[in-house]
C-alpha cells in the first residue's frame, strides 16, 4: 500500500536552532516526492521536488534530499517567518499523489 | 500565486442537498486535481483531470462527481452532501510536462460545512 509517514508531527526550534523533518514512505513506481509549506488558512505553497535517490535541491534556508525510503527537509539558522507546517507527498504510478500529514514547525524569536 | 481561483470559499448546507464546487485557472495547465483535507488525514486526492472531458478517480472518490468542459474550469460536484464530507476542499494544477514527477501550485480552498 501506497504511503507516506512524517515525523515529527510537531517542533519547536528557537531562532537559529537547525533541525530536520523526516519523510518516510512506500510507494510502487516513484515518480517524484515533493515538499511543501503551508501557511494556516491557506493552500500548500510548492517548494521542491526530487526524482531520484541522492538528489538534493536548496532554497533559502531550506535544502531537500532523498534516498530511496525517506527525504529530510533540513532547516538552517531557522527564522520565525519559517513556521509553517511542511507537507511531504509522493507521486505513484498512475498519476496518483499521497501526502504525509505533515510537520508543523513554530520558531520562536 | 499561480492563477486559481476556488469559489464558493466558504459554504453551509444541509445533509442531502447538491453542492458544486468550481475551480478556475488562468495558466492553461493539461492537469487539473481535486482534494480534501481533514485533521489527521492530511491531503487525499479525490479526482484529477488531464484534459478536457478526461477524467480519472483518486483515492478518495466515492461520493464525488468531477467535470471538465473547457480547459480553465474543473467542477466537483458532491450529488447528495453527508456530514463526512465537511472537509476544506483544494484544488491544484500542474502543468504536467513530462514522465517525472509534476509539481502542483493549489488554490485557497473552500471550506464545506454540511450539517
Known amino acids: 500500500e501506497d504511503q507516506v509517514t512524517q515525523s515529527p508531527e510537531a517542533l519547536r526550534l528557537q531562532e537559529g536552532e537547525s533541525s530536520s523533518l523526516n519523510c518516510s514512505y512506500t510507494?510502487?513506481?516513484?515518480?517524484?516526492l515533493f515538499w511543501y509549506r503551508q501557511d494556516p488558512g491557506k493552500g500548500p505553497e510548492f517548494l521542491f521536488t526530487?526524482?531520484?535517490a541522492g538528489e538534493e535541491k536548496e532554497k533559502e534556508r531550506l535544502k531537500a534530499t532523498l534516498t530511496k525510503k525517506e527525504s529530510f527537509l533540513h532547516i538552517t539558522a531557522p527564522k520565525p517567518e519559517d513556521s509553517a507546517t511542511y507537507l511531504c507527498a509522493v507521486q505513484a504510478n498512475g498519476n496518483q499523489f499521497y501526502f504525509g500529514t505533515g510537520t508543523s514547525l513554530t520558531v520562536i524569536p | 500565486d499561480a492563477g486559481i481561483t476556488q469559489s464558493p470559499r466558504h459554504k453551509v448546507t444541509e445533509t442531502g442537498t447538491p453542492v458544486t464546487l468550481r475551480c478556475h485557472q488562468t495558466?492553461?495547465?493539461?492537469?487539473m486535481y481535486w482534494y480534501r483535507q481533514d485533521p489527521g488525514h492530511g491531503l487525499r486526492l479525490i479526482h484529477y483531470?488531464?484534459?478536457?472531458?478526461?477524467?480519472d478517480k483518486g483515492e478518495v472518490s466515492d461520493g464525488y462527481s468531477v467535470s471538465r468542459s473547457k480547459t480553465e474550469d474543473f467542477l466537483l460536484t458532491l450529488e447528495s452532501a453527508t456530514s463526512s464530507q465537511t472537509s476544506v476542499y483544494f484544488c491544484?494544477?500542474?502543468?504536467?510536462?513530462?514522465?517525472?514527477?509534476?509539481?502542483?501550485?493549489f488554490g485557497p480552498g473552500t471550506r464545506l460545512t454540511v450539517l
Open positions: 510507494v510502487s513506481g516513484l515518480r517524484g
Open positions: 495558466e492553461n495547465h493539461r492537469y
Open positions: 491544484a494544477i500542474s502543468p504536467g510536462t513530462g514522465f517525472y514527477g509534476n509539481e502542483q501550485f
Open positions: 483531470s488531464y484534459g478536457v472531458k478526461d477524467t
Open positions: 526530487l526524482y531520484s
